[in-house]
């Protein structure tokens, strides 16, 4: 597709459920990586991935985040046992590969509520 | 540590120039970037900028990089109300973790 594509762009689920966070990243991009945002700060780093490896997960918060890329294309990031504080904006972006000065492009994020 | 620092507003009236501000700590920071995000929207990038530089202009957009002092600001020429959005500057090395360190963004408001 044009841009990186994150589905679904809002998604409110009670506390304890399972969630599954989508995004397709640009075609022909390596690189693939997983933000969140709360709200009033910039987005902090979870995890990337170079084609379908997960080459750095040290920003998951926990066990209960995990993310797959598993055909090197579409990533999704799962959340179990959904807490309150999950509350955030996800947000997903792409790169050509992951050198400094390929740019990160990414997409318009989900929107996370935990009632 | 790494800390990427910004202040959190700023407003300017239409047509007027617009300077955004941004300390970081890190001093093997290789890239710099300015991300632009609108209600609603995802980040767009606007610009970045190399460490081995000082200034990039790109149309009404300048960045200046003072790599002694570690800090980076964008300049946006005759700013517009469509301009009004929060600006996130961030940087990243090119060897260790390859993620982007943002700031928590400045709040641009442009008065008509």
């Known amino acids: 597709g044009a841009g990186v594509s994150q589905s679904p762009r809002y998604k409110v689920t009670k506390r304890g459920q399972d969630v599954a966070l989508r995004c397709d990243p640009i075609?022909?991009?390596?690189?693939l990586y997983w933000y969140r945002q709360a709200l009033g700060q910039g987005p902090e780093f979870l995890t990337y991935?170079?084609?379908?490896?997960?080459?750095?997960k040290s920003g998951l918060p926990n066990d209960r985040f995990s993310a797959e890329r598993p055909e090197g294309s579409i990533s999704t990031l799962t959340i179990q046992r959904t807490e309150q504080r999950d509350s955030a904006m996800y947000r997903c972006?792409?790169?050509?590969?992951?050198?400094?000065?390929?740019?990160?492009?990414f997409g318009d994020g989900t929107r996370l509520s935990i009632l | 540590g790494e800390d990427v620092e910004q202040s959190l507003f700023l407003s300017v009236r239409e047509g007027d120039s617009s300077v955004i501000n941004c300390t970081y700590t890190?001093?093997?920071?290789?890239?710099l970037y300015w991300y632009k995000q609108e209600p609603g929207a995802g980040l767009q990038l606007l610009t970045y900028?190399?460490?081995?530089?000082d200034m990039k202009q790109d149309q009404r957009l300048t960045v200046l990089l003072n790599k002694k002092d570690k800090h980076l600001s964008l300049r946006i020429a005759d700013t517009q109300t469509g301009d009004s959005a929060i600006y996130f500057c961030?940087?990243?090395?090119?060897?260790?973790?390859?993620?982007?360190?943002f700031g928590s963004g400045t709040r641009l408001q442009v008065q008509p």
């Open positions: 961030a940087e990243i090395k090119d060897t260790g973790r390859r993620a982007l360190t």
């Open positions: 900028i190399f460490s081995n530089m």
């Open positions: 991935f170079n084609y379908e490896a997960q080459q750095d």
């Open positions: 972006a792409s790169s050509y590969s992951t050198g400094g000065g390929q740019p990160q492009h």
């Open positions: 075609s022909g991009h390596v690189s």
């Open positions: 890190d001093s093997s920071s290789t890239y």
